[in-house]
């Protein structure tokens, strides 16, 4: 998928890359998925969605498209779920380098790998907060440490790895799991106190990988694998909202759209996510100047760049 669009059809001087403040990498690969295939074409169908969204987000009365948003170019490459990793962890991290908010839509969870370790490479101690109806925590599955099923397995070996929304995993899983910073789907049903709770376990350098089967299915049907009993819309929104304000969200996915021709609202909604996600994040961003309460996160604000930038200039 080559495209000459913008996102959302956004005016090209919000689309150039040099004034961008947020990069979107599409990742179309879906080569690992057990059940329905499809998610190779999630990235087409939400991008084609965010093309008749309305760009004013009423909640954060703000229009987060004018800090510039740079659709780059899809990375397709398939020949292994080894080099997709690779090409996924070096297309994000030479983004990251340039200082931008870097966000990918997939595609199957194993994309997730190749960004989070970019990530995980860029920012001190990194959260990765991941919310999925799966653990996704196997070492290796049909063969392969890059299957979508073992797509958390590094995160949770290199990253404070928090899961929110599981709902079905294989009992090995047990194993690798860390069951405080498991937040199970049957759990939330019965407290409401569970976002703070979220919230607790989190660093301050949060990267959010958003499985939209984390969903429930009533909400969004079109994934590979749809669970019952998955988080509606206005607790989804809720928890992400607190964790953009509260913390320093460094970059986000989201993946697992797999869309069916017949049902477009699933499509449309992972665009008003994604861009939901977007407003939280520069809405948020420009409430904390104002407040001039930025500073006394700094500590914890700081990340890995300035080294990367002291290697470009010897390097190139
Ligand atoms: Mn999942």
Redesign the pocket.
Known sequence: MKTNKTFANIPEEYAKLEHAKVVLIPVTYDETSTWQKGADKGPEALLKAAENMELYDIETDFEVYKEGIYLAETVEEKSSPETMVNTVHQTTKSYIKKNKFVTLIGGE?SISIGSIRAFNECFNNLTVLQI???A?LRKEYEGTPFN?AC?MYEANQTTNLIQVGIR?MDVSEKLEMNEDKVFFAHDLAMNEYWIDEVIEQLTNNVYITF????LDPSILPS???P?PGGLLYYETLELLKKVFEQKNVVGFDI??LCPNPTEKSSDFLAAKLYYKMLSYKFAGENDEDIDGDFESEDDDYSNKLSKHKNHDEYDY
């Open positions: 969870h999925d109806a799966h996704d979508h797509a079905s499985d939209l089967d984390a994934t590979g694998t669970e993946v697992e």
